[in-house]
């Protein structure tokens, strides 16, 4: 992909539609502030129509034998989708939800509209790729918009075809060149009217009411404590909570001392919880820099808030490696072309996923997982490590449970942590094998955190 068409915000300035009537699909950019895709098309559409398509697949088994997306994440999801129509309501639209794929839906309202024009973000990955595919397959004209980095791939001081293969020199990279986030939009005060529908041709229309709340497993002593309560409204999907929580967020000393904590397992302060909110794209993360920057104008910058900025380039360099290598990173040799194929136990992947592989502290985070579709980064890492190195099992499969299970489930960011610690992305130093003895012993010292998710009378007497 050439540099030019990466610029973020590549929309035309007007569509050259028939008639003027767009289709705004919303994907994983789930907000009205700083979406530039939506900026663009709101500004060259007479008429607009917003829609968020359910698609069953979401909830379908897959090869693994789970659904691709866990009851946490929908319920995450139905709140950010509420709290979307709300904002769209508020500037004159709403949003439109129906079942159905994206290829399916779209091409129909497009018919019932009179328009063969659609905007949206655009996403990296295969199938959704695959998804703009069909839709121009189909006749439409689809302008994507790349808009979920924080940083603008067009602007980086490398082609994203040569993006480096270790972090470190991606980011140094960036920090040498003096590369920062542009200033995010200001948020829409207005969309254009939404053209009525009186029939929706032969589909379902989904959503209007009011969110189901859904709690968590019972039977799990100290869910109370959960590290990210989503089933509480300040930490709900949607925009609204989001910014609230960057507001309180950076207006604490979390960021100060965001370097020391972040390694933490439990409690909500530990670090700073935006990936939820990331993932749905209920926030852009050039809000979140722009937060940064002027807390650390208001508070002075720290490592703490260094750290932050180094975490969030990870984010950004997990989507421009797909960018740069597509679909070669679902492979299940994954980057390696040498590689052997994954081995994988069934029984032992079932007995992972259950939190009953015997070892106690991963255990613990797997019944975490399950029980609140959170775990923090330290346990994503010593339980995928467990899965792969220990248990030998295909990190595919792994992917596929965090994918079920997370409600900050993110294509990027999931696949690019998994093929890491797999030793199958671009870091060539073969893998990452965590000890979960050792790490237990250094994050866990005095098995609270065991306790809490094992119950005390379980982790009597158990490794680690
Ligand atoms: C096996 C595995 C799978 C993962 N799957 C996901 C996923 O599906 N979705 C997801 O958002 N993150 C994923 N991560 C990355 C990381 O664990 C989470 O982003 C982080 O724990 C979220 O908590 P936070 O927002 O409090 O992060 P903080 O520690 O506060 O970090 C701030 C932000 O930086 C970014 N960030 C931090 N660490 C990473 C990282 N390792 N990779 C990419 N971005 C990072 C996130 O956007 C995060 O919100 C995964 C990590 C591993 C090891």
Redesign the pocket.
Known sequence: MGRSALLLGALPARPQARGDGVIYWFRTDLRVGDNLALAAASASAARLLPVYCHDPAADTPTRWGFTRRGAHRRTFLDAALTDLDAALRARGSRLLQVRGAAADVLPALARALGTDRVACEAIAAPEEVDELASLRAAGLQVQAVWQSTMLDPGLLPFEVEALPKVFTDFRRAVEMAGVLPAAPLAPLAALPPCPSLDQLPGMVQVGGGPCQALRPERGYEGCGEAAFPWWRPEFAGGERAALAHLASYFASARPRH?KVT?NGLSGVDF?????PW??QGALSPRVVFAALRRHEAEQGASDGSYW?WF??L??DY?RFLHLQHGRRLYRARGLGDGASPPAHDPAAFEAWCAGRTGQAFVDAGMRELAATGWL??RM??VV?SYLIHDLGCDWRAGAAW?EAQ?V???TY??Q???LY?AGRGTDPRGGRRFDPDGQAARYDADGDYRARWLGAHRHAGRSA
Do not use: P, T, V
């Open positions: 965001y972040r670090s700073s919880k935006f990936s990331l993932a932050l975490e969030l990870w984010r997990f923090s980064n994503r890492q995928a965090f997370l900050d489930y993110d960011s999931n690019g942590n998994w610690i």
